[in-house]
């Protein structure tokens, strides 16, 4: 850290830190400082007793400057590295508007956490360690396989157009080649470019990080291709960070905060399985990586691809012919590649089934052909333990969690009882606690009761060779020790397992190559789920399972993908059946426009957290109250409050978890911009009722923009 000494040419910065969530400072705080520093230059600053890491955003005007004895100096400038550059400074400062947070809190956040303990010692160090890899390259890859017609196509509108694209093609259409291929044109064609390819869970798709560095690392060299997830230590992080600063990274592979990497020549983003969950961040900032990428490529005259076989509402709806107002070119890969075809879709009806059946006859028969012929059989079921509830028939009672409005869950390998959301566990109780009656009894299942039960029912079933059949089991339980998915992982794919069980971690982008037979056990729940988006995640979820069947096409053209339901003739089931996404996207969109629903409005959620229900309710009502009957007092507010709809606080779905209650309240406009007006301005009011008597148990409240789950 370089001494600064006072002069006379004293300069005044603006200073982004991170402060405390809802300080009263903000987080933009002036230093002086007697060298003129651009902006995006990291410095450290001191906070209160502390120093801490600060990036200047602009220089002060001097005419609202606080008097000069309360302006502290900046300590120091992090030598060796770059500002951050204008583009990313405008991502950062978008993201903190949209999403309604504190810009140094987003800016911070967007850094990798060691710059701010580092000395200028280790920096040194660090950097000259990530200095360009002077190894010669290997070879190239010289097995870059020839296009099939529909990439050709794909790949030269991606050459030809500014984009933005959705990729919209099936499991196994060969997306991930597109991407290999366009990347690849890229890097050649500019010799400073970079790329970020975007996946929703690095540790779910090693495969996908292991075919870019096949691809690259001899072309490039090692350096070229780097990860950013939070898997990595952050000394791991700190240097793919350096790395990607400095250009030297051609290629960044990351999670969702891999969109706020420090690119300076990024031309291309990818968003892998874009309709994923999981790029929406569940706290902090909440912000959507794949709409930032949207923007961030916007600003950054770079292409976007958005590749999904089951497209989000939204990207699908923005993809829709640029004469009705498209604003994403959609470039559709329908087929496989090679000779793998999709599997046939089975509905099983349970109401014609043997009550009290979890496997239906005609399954548990196709399981046994199956295993039989030495194939694989993929069987999910989406929730985990042995069985959600423990139940009492004589006197009613449930195994309730004490610290939430949540049962909890029994794990019989350890034979526990565990709150899945909080966390709280014990040993299961010999005996009914309430009543003393020894014979408490589980309700319904999850995966550990279907692996045991499969185990009994398949017994005497014998592999090709006469040996028994061997079942394996992957959920979060399962694997939670570092390794051991990729270890399961490794077993399936060695043909050490025939049947896997598990949740729909299983059903993500896994390659395993001699799966004939996928079904799903009951995936009825969200039909009937309160949430409106949890149809659109069941199809995606059910499609993407049944890409995981038959990519082998060498154990033949018979691979089946079940489903059992009580209403099996649900459209969309029908709609699994044929493939048919369009129709499928095409009904959901109907419901939408009807009911004025995202993609049709713009949504926002106030969530507030309290030691009492009615605190937390009466501090949204206390905001809701002031936004219609007060604010309204305000110039230019009734426009804006005229194209919103608030609706009343409510207790979220599951109220209360580890003791704290938790209310919501939704927003909704036809107008984003008028939603996110209406925000900005109702900020201050949110802050002012935190204040009053009757919000006193209010512990936090966070606003969520654009929210994925209601
Ligand atoms: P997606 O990402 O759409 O699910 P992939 O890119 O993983 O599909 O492709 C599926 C399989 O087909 C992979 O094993 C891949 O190596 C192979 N593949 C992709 N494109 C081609 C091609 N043009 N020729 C031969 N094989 C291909
Ligand atoms: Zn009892
Ligand atoms: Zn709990």
Same mark, same amino acid.
């Given at each position: 850290?370089?001494?600064?000494?006072?002069?006379?040419?004293?300069?005044?910065?603006?200073?982004?830190?991170?402060?405390?969530?809802?300080?009263?400072?903000?987080?933009?705080?002036?230093?002086?400082?007697?060298?003129?520093?651009?902006?995006?230059?990291?410095?450290?600053?001191?906070?209160?007793?502390?120093?801490?890491?600060?990036?200047?955003?602009?220089?002060?005007?001097?005419?609202?400057?606080?008097?000069?004895?309360?302006?502290?100096?900046?300590?120091?400038?992090?030598?060796?590295?770059?500002?951050?550059?204008?583009?990313?400074?405008?991502?950062?400062?978008?993201?903190?508007?949209?999403?309604?947070?504190?810009?140094?809190?987003?800016?911070?956040?967007?850094?990798?956490?060691?710059?701010?303990?580092?000395?200028?010692?280790?920096?040194?160090?660090?950097?000259?360690?990530?200095?360009?890899?002077?190894?010669?390259?290997?070879?190239?890859?010289?097995?870059?396989?020839?296009?099939?017609?529909?990439?050709?196509?794909?790949?030269?509108?991606?050459?030809?157009?500014?984009?933005?694209?959705?990729?919209?093609?099936?499991?196994?259409?060969?997306?991930?080649?597109?991407?290999?291929?366009?990347?690849?044109?890229?890097?050649?064609?500019?010799?400073?470019?970079?790329?970020?390819?975007?996946?929703?869970?690095?540790?779910?798709?090693?495969?996908?990080?292991?075919?870019?560095?096949?691809?690259?690392?001899?072309?490039?060299?090692?350096?070229?291709?780097?990860?950013?997830?939070?898997?990595?230590?952050?000394?791991?992080?700190?240097?793919?960070?350096?790395?990607?600063?400095?250009?030297?990274?051609?290629?960044?592979?990351?999670?969702?905060?891999?969109?706020?990497?420090?690119?300076?020549?990024? &031309?291309?983003?990818?968003?892998?399985?874009?309709?994923?969950?999981?790029?929406?961040?569940?706290?902090?900032?909440?912000?959507?990586?794949?709409?930032?990428?949207?923007?961030?490529?916007?600003?950054?005259?770079?292409?976007?691809?958005?590749?999904?076989?089951?497209?989000?509402?939204?990207?699908?709806?923005?993809?829709?012919?640029?004469?009705?107002?498209?604003?994403?070119?959609?470039?559709?890969?329908?087929?496989?590649?090679?000779?793998?075809?999709?599997?046939?879709?089975?509905?099983?009806?349970?109401?014609? $089934?043997?009550?009290?059946?979890?496997?239906?006859?005609?399954?548990? $028969?196709?399981?046994?052909?199956?295993?039989?012929?030495?194939?694989?059989?993929?069987?999910?079921?989406?929730?985990?333990?042995?069985?959600?509830?423990?139940?009492?028939?004589?006197?009613?009672?449930?195994?309730?969690?004490?610290?939430?409005?949540?049962?909890?869950?029994?794990?019989?390998?350890?034979?526990?009882?565990?709150?899945?959301?909080?966390?709280?566990?014990?040993?299961?109780?010999?005996?009914?606690?309430?009543?003393?009656?020894?014979?408490?009894?589980?309700?319904?299942?999850?995966?550990? &009761?279907?692996?045991?039960?499969?185990?009994?029912?398949?017994?005497?079933? *014998?592999?090709?060779?006469?040996?028994?059949?061997?079942?394996?089991?992957?959920?979060?339980?399962?694997?939670?020790?570092?390794?051991?998915?990729? *270890?399961?992982?490794?077993?399936?794919?060695?043909?050490?397992?025939?049947?896997?069980?598990?949740?729909?971690?299983?059903?993500?982008?896994?390659?395993?190559?001699?799966?004939?037979?996928?079904?799903?056990?009951?995936?009825?729940?969200?039909?009937?789920?309160?949430?409106?988006?949890?149809?659109?995640?069941?199809?995606?979820?059910?499609?993407?399972?049944?890409?995981?069947?038959?990519?082998?096409?060498?154990?033949?053209?018979?691979?089946?993908?079940?489903?059992?339901?009580?209403?099996?003739?649900?459209?969309?089931?029908?709609?699994?059946?044929?493939?048919?996404?369009?129709?499928?996207?095409?009904?959901?969109? $109907?419901?939408?426009?009807?009911?004025?629903?995202?993609?049709?409005?713009?949504?926002?959620?106030?969530?507030?957290?309290?030691?009492?229900?009615?605190?937390?309710?009466?501090?949204?009502?206390?905001?809701?109250?002031?936004?219609?009957?007060?604010?309204?007092?305000?110039?230019?507010?009734?426009?804006?409050?005229?194209?919103?709809?608030?609706?009343?606080?409510?207790?979220?779905?599951?109220?209360?978890?580890?003791?704290?209650?938790?209310? &919501?309240?939704?927003?909704?406009?036809?107008?984003?911009?008028?939603?996110? *007006?209406?925000?900005?301005?109702?900020?201050?009011?949110?802050?002012?009722?935190?204040?009053?008597?009757?919000?006193?148990?209010?512990?936090?409240?966070?606003?969520?923009?654009?929210?994925?789950?209601?």
């Amino acid at each position: 850290v370089q001494k600064i000494n006072l002069t006379n040419h004293t300069v005044f910065l603006q200073i982004l830190v991170h402060t405390p969530a809802h300080a009263s400072l903000g987080s933009v705080l002036t230093y002086r400082c007697d060298t003129r520093l651009p902006p995006g230059t990291l410095v450290r600053v001191p906070l209160g007793k502390r120093e801490t890491l600060g990036l200047v955003w602009q220089e002060a005007n001097g005419s609202e400057l606080p008097t000069e004895d309360k302006i502290r100096a900046v300590s120091g400038v992090l030598e060796g590295i770059a500002p951050l550059n204008a583009q990313w400074l405008q991502l950062i400062q978008f993201c903190a508007q949209y999403y309604q947070r504190s810009i140094g809190e987003v800016a911070l956040n967007a850094l990798p956490l060691k710059l701010k303990g580092i000395t200028p010692a280790q920096m040194q160090r660090r950097l000259r360690k990530v200095s360009p890899d002077k190894t010669s390259p290997n070879k190239p890859d010289t097995s870059e396989p020839t296009l099939t017609p529909e990439q050709s196509i794909a790949l030269a509108q991606i050459t030809q157009h500014t984009g933005p694209f959705l990729l919209f093609g099936s499991t196994g259409s060969g997306k991930t080649e597109v991407y290999l291929q366009a990347v690849h044109n890229l890097l050649t064609n500019k010799p400073h470019a970079q790329a970020l390819i975007m996946v929703p869970e690095i540790n779910l798709t090693p495969q996908l990080e292991y075919r870019f560095l096949a691809r690259f690392a001899p072309l490039f060299g090692s350096q070229a291709v780097v990860s950013m997830h939070s898997g990595l230590t952050p000394v791991q992080r700190l240097k793919s960070w350096l790395v990607a600063h400095q250009g030297e990274a051609r290629i960044v592979l990351g999670t969702r905060m891999a969109i706020f990497a420090s690119l300076p020549q990024l &031309q291309l983003i990818v968003v892998d399985e874009e309709h994923d969950p999981s790029y929406k961040g569940s706290d902090g900032a909440r912000y959507s990586a794949r709409d930032l990428a949207l923007f961030r490529a916007k600003i950054e005259g770079a292409k976007v691809i958005l590749g999904s076989a089951t497209p989000s509402l939204e990207s699908w709806h923005s993809s829709r012919p640029t004469s009705e107002g498209g604003r994403i070119v959609r470039l559709a890969m329908p087929s496989r590649v090679g000779q793998g075809v999709l599997p046939q879709v089975r509905r099983i009806d349970m109401r014609h $089934q043997p009550r009290q059946a979890v496997i239906a006859p005609p399954l548990l $028969q196709a399981i046994t052909e199956r295993i039989q012929r030495g194939e694989q059989c993929m069987i999910f079921l989406n929730r985990r333990g042995y069985a959600p509830v423990l139940h009492c028939a004589d006197c009613g009672w449930k195994s309730a969690c004490p610290h939430c409005s949540a049962f909890r869950v029994f794990h019989k390998i350890d034979r526990s009882l565990r709150c899945h959301h909080c966390g709280f566990a014990d040993t299961v109780p010999r005996a009914c606690p309430d009543c003393g009656n020894i014979d408490i009894t589980p309700i319904g299942r999850g995966t550990e &009761q279907l692996e045991e039960h499969l185990a009994a029912l398949l017994s005497q079933v *014998q592999r090709p060779d006469g040996s028994a059949v061997r079942i394996a089991r992957i959920d979060a339980d399962s694997t939670r020790h570092k390794g051991s998915l990729e *270890q399961q992982l490794a077993a399936v794919h060695a043909g050490e397992v025939d049947i896997l069980v598990g949740t729909q971690m299983i059903a993500k982008g896994h390659d395993f190559r001699r799966i004939t037979l996928v079904a799903a056990i009951n995936p009825d729940n969200a039909l009937f789920s309160s949430d409106f988006r949890a149809p659109e995640r069941l199809f995606s979820l059910l499609l993407q399972a049944a890409g995981r069947a038959g990519r082998d096409a060498s154990l033949g053209e018979n691979s089946e993908m079940w489903i059992q339901s009580y209403q099996p003739d649900h459209p969309l089931y029908a709609a699994l059946k044929a493939y048919d996404y369009p129709t499928f996207a095409a009904q959901q969109l $109907q419901e939408r426009t009807q009911a004025g629903m995202p993609p049709f409005s713009a949504q926002a959620l106030v969530r507030a957290e309290a030691r009492s229900q009615e605190s937390a309710q009466a501090f949204l009502q206390a905001a809701r109250d002031a936004a219609l009957h007060e604010m309204p007092h305000w110039e230019g507010w009734a426009p804006v409050l005229e194209q919103i709809s608030l609706y009343s606080a409510v207790p979220m779905t599951v109220q209360r978890i580890a003791n704290i209650e938790r209310a &919501q309240m939704l927003l909704e406009s036809p107008s984003r911009p008028a939603l996110q *007006q209406f925000l900005a301005g109702w900020q201050s009011v949110l802050h002012a009722c935190r204040k009053l008597d009757a919000c006193k148990g209010l512990i936090r409240w966070a606003i969520d923009v654009d929210p994925q789950s209601i």
